[in-house]
């Protein structure tokens, strides 16, 4: 409990001023929590890296950015959030998406540091 209550704080405190002043919009916010459910409970981890990953394209466009940026693969990147609608935009987010039970090749915050 006091980790979390740390972590947290961190968090808070790494976090522009500007940003936790802003109240969240009910709607978004109900609209995140069903996309989220639906992620969830659609996940299936006997199923491929592609068929999951499809599943996060969906729950990214639905949830923020449908009509504002463009989601896909670009060259061998798993997934990319461009910075614009269109496909030869630069890519602004990168994902490197596995499969739920291939926990081996994922990078986790100890070995990075």
């Not at 209550?5 to 936790?20: E, F, G, H, I, K």
């Not at 002043?21 to 995140?32: A, G």
């Not at 068929?51 to 449908?66: Q, S």
């Not at 896909?72 to 935009?89: F, G, T, Y």
């Amino acid at each position: 409990m006091i980790n979390d209550q740390l972590d947290l704080q961190q968090a808070l405190n790494s976090v522009n001023r500007a940003y936790v002043r802003v109240k969240p919009d009910r709607d978004r916010v109900e609209m995140f929590k069903a996309n989220l459910i639906k992620l969830v409970d659609l996940s299936d981890e006997s199923k491929s890296e592609e068929f999951n990953k499809g599943l996060l394209t969906n729950f990214l466009t639905k949830t923020y950015y449908e009509d504002k940026y463009f989601i896909n693969v670009k060259e061998n990147s798993d997934l990319v959030i461009h910075n614009d609608k269109d496909v030869k935009s630069t890519a602004g987010v990168i994902f490197e998406t596995k499969k739920p039970t291939k926990t081996g090749s994922v990078e986790m915050p100890n070995d990075i540091c």
